[in-house]
């Protein structure tokens, strides 16, 4: 089963999701491509009991709270 991760409602288009705990500027283009971040985050990229996407276990949220997939599909990769 495949389902969209959704921004929670009240988000503004273009606001960066974040991860508690991680902090910096986002990777460019050429160091995604390069680097190939997306193959190493990837792995670590999963919901967790109540559909929340998360990375290692920590929720992918924006200002207006946590980004949710679609039916709340538990316990599920994203990528």
Do not use: H, W
């Not at 997306?38 to 999963?46: E, K, S, V, W």
């Amino acid at each position: 089963k495949v389902e969209f991760v959704e921004p929670p409602l009240g988000a503004v288009v273009g606001e960066r999701v974040m991860v508690d705990g991680f902090v910096g500027e986002p990777a460019t283009e050429n160091q995604i491509v390069k680097k190939k971040v997306l193959n190493a985050i990837f792995p670590d990229l999963t919901t967790d009991d109540n559909g929340v996407a998360t990375y290692k276990g920590v929720a992918l949220s924006t200002s207006a709270g946590p980004c949710v997939a679609q039916n709340k599909l538990a316990n599920a990769p994203v990528g």
